[in-house]
């Protein structure tokens, strides 16, 4: 399983996924709860915690900035697991979208072309006929983008048993 945060400094959004990509629970949500999720949840050998890390790109920064890198510490720390791995924004650009110029807009047209199986427009379908991303919004995308780089780096050099 893993565990893929795109923090935030209020809200930060979450995605667990299965070893098949499969996404098992997701939401955008207070910080504060999600730290309570990660105090609670029991952590087994194989998985993973990962995080979007802040990236400096030589542009002056905000208090919203240091709000985001304390609370991705917090989640850090708070995950029980020897399995902790920060990626930073760049490195799913390039997996994804093989451009750092790629946007937010770029990177959920490739996950939609990746897993989406009959809407290729949205990749959600209708509550009817959901397809992969049922339910997906705003940055949960974003964080679903960190967990697939996540795997696809780390099945490239096997650190992860599937």
Same mark, same amino acid.
């Given at each position: 399983?893993?565990?893929?945060?795109?923090?935030?400094?209020?809200?930060?959004?979450?995605?667990?996924?299965?070893?098949?990509?499969?996404?098992?629970?997701?939401?955008?949500?207070?910080?504060?709860?999600?730290?309570?999720?990660?105090?609670?949840?029991?952590?087994?050998?194989?998985?993973?915690?990962?995080?979007?890390?802040?990236?400096?790109?030589?542009?002056?920064?905000?208090?919203?900035?240091?709000?985001?890198?304390?609370? !991705?510490? $917090? *989640?850090?720390?708070?995950?029980?697991?020897?399995? +902790?791995?920060? &990626?930073?924004? /760049?490195?799913?650009?390039?997996?994804?979208?093989?451009?750092?110029?790629?946007?937010?807009?770029?990177?959920?047209?490739?996950? !939609?072309? $990746? *897993?989406?199986?009959?809407?290729?427009?949205?990749? +959600?379908?209708? &509550?009817?006929? /959901?397809?992969?991303?049922?339910?997906?919004?705003?940055?949960?995308?974003?964080?679903?983008?960190?967990?697939?780089?996540?795997?696809?780096?780390?099945?490239?050099?096997?650190?992860?048993?599937?």
């Amino acid at each position: 399983m893993i565990i893929a945060i795109d923090p935030g400094t209020t809200l930060s959004a979450y995605v667990m996924l299965s070893n098949n990509f499969i996404p098992i629970e997701f939401g955008k949500i207070p910080n504060e709860e999600l730290l309570d999720i990660l105090y609670k949840y029991t952590f087994v050998e194989n998985d993973h915690l990962v995080i979007e890390m802040i990236s400096c790109y030589g542009a002056n920064v905000g208090e919203t900035i240091f709000e985001t890198v304390f609370w !991705i510490g $917090r *989640f850090y720390e708070a995950c029980d697991c020897k399995n +902790k791995i920060r &990626i930073k924004r /760049k490195e799913v650009k390039m997996n994804l979208c093989h451009s750092m110029r790629a946007k937010d807009g770029d990177i959920r047209k490739a996950l !939609i072309s $990746r *897993f989406a199986k009959h809407d290729f427009k949205n990749g +959600k379908g209708t &509550i009817n006929n /959901k397809d992969w991303f049922f339910g997906f919004k705003a940055d949960i995308w974003q964080s679903y983008a960190l967990g697939v780089t996540f795997f696809d780096t780390s099945m490239k050099s096997n650190k992860i048993d599937s």
